[in-house]
């Protein structure tokens, strides 16, 4: 059983455990505002409630995860961009054997986001990066249709952006090389906004 310990809106970090074949995805959200029932939004990340019980309303950062059935095999990990960029995220592998890399994405793809993709609040800011597939919902940009194959999707403009701000994150649908990661028997923290330090 692998356990995932993160960063929460009450408390500097909560520890979650995930039981063998857990998969699922986390993400941060930002500019949120709940009353005391729970009830609320945020800017980024929304999921219509205090305690999700959804996936979050791209553009997000995603931090992914697959856990293994058993103790023999690999726990698979990523971040992606691909539905994103709202904050800096970094995995870091706890007490696992095999390749166990840190993943990361530190860079500030908000203050680099072309101004068609850009997510603004109420006060002009970039809060968060469209992916081009959410902008633009074309199947060069989404690998669908004619395109829904390694051979016929390949990296875009935009998709480069953000491999070139976060080379080990997901940057498009088929960029499994160089940003899916293993590792066996780990936990796993995961930060949000974390220090290029």
């Known amino acids: 059983m692998a356990a995932f310990h993160y960063p929460t809106l009450y408390a500097a ?4 455990p995930a039981p063998s074949g857990w998969s699922g995805r986390f993400w941060a959200r930002t500019g949120c505002t709940f009353d005391n029932s729970g009830n609320g939004k945020c800017i980024t990340g929304d999921c219509g409630a205090l305690k999700c019980t959804g996936a979050g309303v791209p553009p997000v950062s995603l931090a992914e995860f697959t856990i293994a059935k058993s103790n023999n095999e690999k726990d698979f990990y990523d971040l992606s961009l691909v539905d994103g ?15 166990c890399q840190y993943a990361s994405c530190i860079a500030d793809v908000n203050g ?6 850009q997510v603004l609040d109420n006060s002009g800011k970039v809060v968060a990066c469209k992916s081009a597939c959410a902008q ?18 390949q990296p875009t403009h935009y998709s480069q952006l953000f491999k070139n701000a976060c080379p080990t994150a997901y940057s498009y649908a088929y960029d499994h090389a160089s940003s899916t990661f293993t590792c066996s028997g780990s936990d796993y923290l995961i930060t949000f906004c974390p220090s290029s330090s």
């Open 13 to 16: 970090s909560a520890s979650l």
């Open 112 to 117: 680099n986001c072309p101004k068609e993709l």
């Open 85 to 99: 960029y709202n904050v800096g995220v970094g995995i870091q592998t706890s007490g696992g054997s095999g390749d």
């Open 136 to 153: 633009f919902n074309k199947p060069e940009y989404c690998c669908t249709g004619d395109h829904a194959t390694p051979q016929t999707c």
